[in-house]
């Protein structure tokens, strides 16, 4: 992957909203709703039966959004990934294995990270962005003020435990470049059809500073 690449992608985006989704219809309303938000980037985690449909359905629907694979956890998911039309691939965690994946594939990956050994493992195959999961749960802000000491030139996309609440927070800390989180499609809001709210939590989100208290 060429230095720059991921950072170049999510420039333009303050949140990746992340769905898990049971039905590509529902997938491609969601979508549209988040797009209408001023969502540029969303993930469609391979959790369910359908996911990898609800990846093709959208980037049919919504050529122009950025669409990643999430929860990518071998070859042989991003393979079904790429063939599904994903823009590029996020992972909870990393192996060299899938670094190698990626990089053999010319496949750009934001690969997941919680420690310093994590950190220095993609840094050695060219990685210089990454997810930082579980974020809240591995430490959040103190973290991410850890990590910029050895890693000056490392950026960050924290997921996991982001809400509209800190949202703001976390976004202001130098090295994170965006966030992650379900809040903005969750579960609920789908099952209710409330696309009008979707839309309103991802533009709330992309401008930054969540609606929360
Ligand atoms: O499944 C979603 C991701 O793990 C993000 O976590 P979250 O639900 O805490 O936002
Ligand atoms: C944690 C996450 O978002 C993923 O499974 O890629």
Wanted: with cysteine.
């Amino acid at each position: 992957m060429m230095a720059g690449e991921m950072e170049g992608r999510l420039s333009g985006t303050s949140v990746i909203p992340i769905l898990t989704v049971q039905d590509p219809e529902q997938a491609v309303l969601a979508s549209e709703a988040l797009a209408r938000g001023g969502m540029t980037v969303i993930e469609i985690t391979l959790r369910t039966a359908q996911a990898l449909a609800s990846i093709r359905a959208v980037k049919e629907a919504l050529p122009s959004l950025q669409v990643a694979a999430g929860t990518v956890l071998d070859d042989r998911q991003m393979d079904a990934a790429l063939a599904a039309g994903s823009d590029f691939c996020v992972s909870p965690g990393l192996t060299p294995a899938l670094l190698r994946a990626a990089r053999d594939r010319g496949c750009s990956l934001l690969p997941g990270v919680a420690t310093a050994s994590d950190i220095m493992c993609g840094l050695a195959e060219g990685f210089q962005v990454f997810k930082l999961f579980p974020a809240m749960a591995a430490g959040g802000v103190a973290l991410l003020r850890s990590l910029s000491g050895p890693f000056p030139d490392v950026r960050f996309c924290p997921t996991g435990g982001v809400t509209r609440e800190n949202l703001g927070i976390l976004l202001a800390e130098p090295n994170v470049l965006c966030c992650g989180g379900s809040w903005m499609a969750s579960q609920s809001l789908i099952d209710a059809a409330d696309w009008a709210a979707i839309e309103g939590l991802a533009s709330a989100a992309q401008s930054g500073r969540g609606t929360g208290p």
